[in-house]
């Protein structure tokens, strides 16, 4: 199969393009490197020193003999993702080329703004090129669980069978997302649903969980190859973050009383939950909406657990509750379903003690590169964040 | 009350404005008046002539006394909107102002990206300059009856109670709009209502049906003071068209079987719905939801009325039926609530007779402007419409 993965740069994106091309399947990588850029705008950093695009690529080639396509094109322009599109004729596009974090969202009006935008336009320029060149293409699109927010019922694969007033219909899950971010997500999701059922597209929308873990097979078999392992309070995700606080003997934060419950999965689940979909494709003029997570957890329990490991390998740590920097329940019912992708076949890494312990070993092997500051947060839900650049049309500028 | 109304030189926006004005509220009216510039693109034209927005400004304050303020503002530019909150620490702000054509938003890529860039991006820079700048502010902003599309439940006022594995919960109303343009209103009502949760604003979405009548008392005291009569295949409605046609003595043109059922409601009753709103303001953190339409019909049903008038004052007309352009059932249930605006005192104007007939004979006298050749539907749902513009990236700067 012919697959073209935006984002293919990214955490998430660039393991899964390694597993596909393992798979047998010709893979080719279309990014703009922006993420690259972002760390510059917050002064981030993967905690794992992670290999220029083409250095990636040439080790690929160099360990497996595979070669993967590199595409630098900015999704946002039309006219760029047509020409792309049009020469590569690809059988599917999974599409991980998306600003990915809530806080970066939250920062001010432009954040917001460039996050929506380049979201929106993005999706938006993929669907139109897929009608237009290639109307039989598979579309796998990365989503979010935050897309449903936390209601007090359970929350099902995407649709939701209703009935009121004695009559009976099958509508789009109603959707309460929690960040500029997730909302661009939301938006995303619509304007695909859209495009399944006026031009008969197939899609398969993955509501992702929280990602934990940062190795596949893949990744880890050579140093030039490993993903980002991002830490920080903008980009890093709460079990990554705790890991790395527990490694460098700080105390686990906790964002309020932790009741917060959402879905997790292991990264080496990403991959495999991504290539389920693209090898067993949705029919045409079909959204597909399958769940993406393999277990559910509380903040806080999932805080414990760290604590536990670390512990135990004679690390001092503690839990302390910070202030919530953002606004959420942190008390609520929380329970989704996600069966789809056991049905076709996933066999899911649960989380251990061992993972655990790997992420904190990678992070104590890597201490000297850790900016201990960028974990606390610093961008509130209610007021926004620290301005990190100077003007807020320079920022729309330069990421659409 | 200080109002600030985004939009206000549109068909909408303006008879708006001069009956807040009447009300004795202070008026500011917003605008980069790019509908005039959409008129260009398209070679349409408002068959009623509308004055330049100075000119309009002038002529009110001649015939009345009362001053209107004007702001040619982008909403897509942050910090020119900023500005202009600032400066006029408005008590609320009515937000007509969005590109509102379906079709225009299925003519290509850029014209889908235009749209939903243009409208999302206006929309967050007004609840950021609220939130940070007039937090008590009342935001009245214009939503659509197509967000719902034509579910086979009962559409309620923004909102559903969902009773689900025997738990319950009171949800966002799924919705299924059925354009770019429509879509884009769909994002704008989930980024206001997570804005209201989480920064505590006060917010009105007016889900408003089809606008049919071009006429209040304010805008027909005086030739400079009308408002667009849009009768094209792009920016006409439906009844207005079906007007314009039988006017021409042409035929009244019906998409498809014409059992396509919608909300309709009369521009007098609009302009009283939107001062009824912001007399009533929402309390702070909710976004309130109000579906402003008066009565349903099928397009058929007003067909055969526009039929039945004209044919009665001797004009020689019939009804053909076309291809539908669109990508819509025509033969659906449709039962949507409407009574919290009649609730708050909206003494509707139901469609008569003689509204039809004032319409038609409206058209008769202007028929020397009538570019008959535009009322023709050229935009398809599901290849787009020619292209009015040469180069895709144009349209996008041009808008944003």
Redesign the interface.
């Known amino acids: 199969m012919r697959i073209i993965i935006a984002g293919g740069d990214g955490f998430c994106g660039w393991p899964t393009a390694l597993r596909l091309s393992t798979a047998g399947h010709q893979v080719v990588l279309l990014d703009n490197l922006i993420r690259r850029r972002w760390d510059e705008e917050l002064g981030t950093a993967s905690l794992l020193p992670i290999a220029e695009l083409e250095e990636r690529v040439a080790a690929w080639e160099e360990l497996t003999g595979a070669s993967l396509g590199i595409e630098l094109v900015d999704l946002t ?3 760029p993702v047509y020409d792309v599109v049009e020469r590569i004729q690809p059988d599917a596009i999974v599409h991980f080329g998306e600003q990915s974090s809530a806080p970066y969202s939250m920062i ?3 954040h ?2 460039s996050t ?2 380049n979201n ?2 993005g999706t ?2 993929l669907l ?2 897929i009608r237009d060149l290639v109307p039989n293409c598979h579309l796998v699109k990365l989503g979010t669980m935050g897309e449903y927010g936390t ?4 929350i099902e694969e995407g649709y ?1 069978e ?4 004695g ?3 099958r ?10 971010y997730h ?1 661009s997500k ?2 995303d999701s ?2 695909i ?2 495009a399944c ?3 008969g597209l197939r899609a398969t929308d993955l509501n992702q969980g929280v990602v934990y873990n940062v190795q596949t097979p893949e990744t880890a078999s050579d140093p030039r190859l490993v993903t980002r392992y991002d830490y920080d309070s903008v980009f890093g995700t709460a079990l990554n973050r705790f890991c790395v606080q527990a490694a460098m003997q700080q105390p686990i934060t906790v964002y309020g009383d932790g009741g917060q419950t959402r879905g997790f999965i292991d990264l080496r689940d990403t991959v495999s939950c991504v290539q389920l979909a693209l090898e067993h494709p949705a029919p045409p003029g079909e959204l597909r909406v399958f769940n993406q997570f393999t277990e559910q957890w509380s903040v806080r329990s999932l805080a414990e657990r760290v604590l536990r490991v670390a512990t135990a390998r004679g690390l001092s740590t503690e839990i302390v509750h910070l202030d919530n920097p953002r ?1 959420e329940a942190e008390s609520h ?1 929380y329970n989704a379903a996600h069966s789809a992708l056991l049905d076709l076949g996933l066999e899911p890494h649960p989380l251990t003690d061992e993972t655990v312990a790997a992420m904190i070993e990678l992070a104590v092997a890597h201490r000297e590169r850790i900016n201990f500051e960028t974990t606390a947060p610093t961008i509130d ?2 007021t926004g964040g620290p301005p990190t650049v100077p003007a ?2 320079d920022v729309l500028g330069s990421t659409v």
């Open positions: 322009q039309t006219e001010d009006a432009a917001a703004i929506q935008v929106v336009v938006l320029n139109f090129a209601p007090n019922i359970d939701l209703v009935e009121h007033h009559r009976r219909d509508l789009p899950y109603p959707k309460q997302p929690g960040s500029f909302l939301v938006h619509h304007n649903l859209f059922r006026v031009w606004v019912y839900w209610r807020s049309g």
